[in-house]
């Protein structure tokens, strides 16, 4: 690290550091309990409108609040994996990582530092009352899901 007055002229991480930790970083976000429930209801949500459109197709009357679609959590279970092991995956969520603003601290007292199990915390730098930019990296990550 460096002295406070020098902190926004001094680089911390060289490129290369820094999207080895973008990947670390990938992979605690991506173990998460938060994250499983989230790709699960997107998927349950895109699959249910893809099947809302096609019965809309044979009966225009056809009611979407009628039924629900829900994943076993056998497919969850394999889902999640699919991500954690796909080490493109990892990557293309590091190189979206890396290019947001991190904050990096030093804990300089005498206290034990303890984190949450889930260790990453996202914040939105800009406030929108229409969108919500907290969740960027999530919708980012929609675009590369396969």
Known sequence: MSHPEKVYSMPVFSGEEKLEMAELIALQILRTKEYRAGIIELY???NKSLLD???KEEDPDFDHNSYELKFKDEF???LH???LLNPEFIDSMAQILEKHIWLVLVNKTDLPFYTSDTPVVK???I???FISY???LQKELRFIIR
């Open 127 to 129: 406030e929108n009352e």
């Open 123 to 125: 914040r939105a730098n």
């Open 76 to 78: 969850s279970s394999v």
């Open 44 to 46: 349950e949500k895109f």
């Open 53 to 55: 459109e096609f019965i």
């Open 134 to 136: 907290g969740d960027m």
């Open 81 to 83: 994996a699919t991500q």
